[in-house]
């Protein structure tokens, strides 16, 4: 009964979520669903990547929560439009919610949209959002195991980010094992190494995400002519 | 309909956690449910519990996680029965997994069950086990604005545990902001600071434990006169 109820709730989100991905592709608009654990630093990076991008660009954040709106708080600083999504007690956001959320903002491409996930490394890997790309964070703090305990969201993300690599010279933290483990699930995964705090990193993250969006606008026009 | 079958979900497992309540009094039993991040310590902190209790203690673990069987190895080493629950996709341990493990494993009292829950801040919050007390592990990594984000496990918890007390130094976190965001949610919620690595605070938690044993054999030595 449960697994039913379960299998109709994700096909549902799997349907809205093909409908977004078609709106992201008509409009030119990359979409990146960030994903991690509590306090593995996703608002952090999106702090470093906002602040990286000239004041013009057109690019908006949905950050999701179980309750405050502190991301979006600390996130709207930087001048681009930022939205909170309070999911109450629902553990992940769906493609209803990113819906919603984007029709209330007005949002419109082309241009680059960030969806900070609710903080978990289960929950979220089921629920489609039409993104380009999930991208899972890991921080040097968890341990390397983690790609092995949470295998769905090693395996569904296109780039592991190990965080608050400032923190490697006080933790017993072995980065080429963490990579190791997460090959083990997803053999094809790309992998950054950073620290929002130093910068260390950045720079090729913001490489990394400028080499999908033109891959996303080289679909968008041949999808046009 | 989604809600109706998770109500249905919800009240068969208090029904089965009403169950294992009243047999741990019977049998005077100490269960205690820890719950945290992914890669917030829990599994540190249960080998230096391990380690601090007499060789013929009673005392057994059970270890949630999504996949591998690596916590129940880490465990093992301590000379105690330890037995991994490993739950495919699902992001909570739950009373019916509990109960079956406890049967296999021939698990009786009196002594000490030290539950660790699969990691993750959501999920677990709903799910009673029919524990004597919830215990939410925060890392001094995660940041100070979990308990208002997560507002269900700390509200629920009679201890929150900061975590990896030694990395303080380097980095921005403030334990006096951290406990009083945990109090806004729960007033009379425990506190202790805790570092696995360097054995801070694992004195003040043994106590704390064994405060709540006498309170548990009390109830089953009422329970018996």
Redesign the interface.
């Known amino acids: 009964?449960?697994e039913v109820?379960e299998k109709?709730?994700l096909s549902e989100n799997d349907r809205l979520a093909a409908a977004l991905r078609q709106r992201y592709r008509d409009e030119g608009i990359l979409c990146v669903n960030l994903v991690s654990?509590?306090?593995s630093g996703k608002t952090a990076l999106l702090e470093k990547t906002l602040a990286a991008f000239p004041k013009d660009s057109a690019v908006s954040v949905l950050t999701g929560?179980?309750?405050?709106d502190?991301d979006a708080r600390r996130l709207a600083r930087y001048g681009f439009p930022v939205r909170q999504i309070v999911t109450g007690?629902t553990?992940h956001l769906d493609a209803r919610m990113v819906d919603r959320h984007l029709n209330e903002m007005g949002f419109h491409g082309p241009g680059i949209l960030f969806i900070e996930n609710?903080?978990?490394?289960?929950?979220p890997s089921?629920y489609d959002l039409g993104e380009a790309a999930k991208i899972v964070l890991l921080?040097v703090?968890?341990?390397e195991?983690?790609p092995?305990?949470?295998?769905?969201i090693f395996h569904r993300s296109a780039l592991m980010i190990l965080t608050?690599t400032?923190?490697l010279p006080?933790?017993e933290f072995s980065a080429e094992l963490a990579l190791e483990n997460a090959r083990k699930i997803h053999p094809e995964i790309d992998t950054i190494a950073l620290s929002s705090r130093t910068g260390e990193g950045v720079d090729l993250w913001m490489t990394w995400l400028g080499v999908l969006q033109q891959k996303v606008q080289h679909q968008t026009a041949a999808a046009i002519t």
Chains 1, 2 share one sequence.
């Open positions: 009964m449960r109820v109709k709730v654990s509590p306090g929560d179980l309750q405050t502190n007690g553990c609710v903080g978990n490394l289960v929950c089921s921080s703090t968890e341990g195991d983690k092995l305990k949470y295998p769905g608050k400032d923190l006080h933790v």
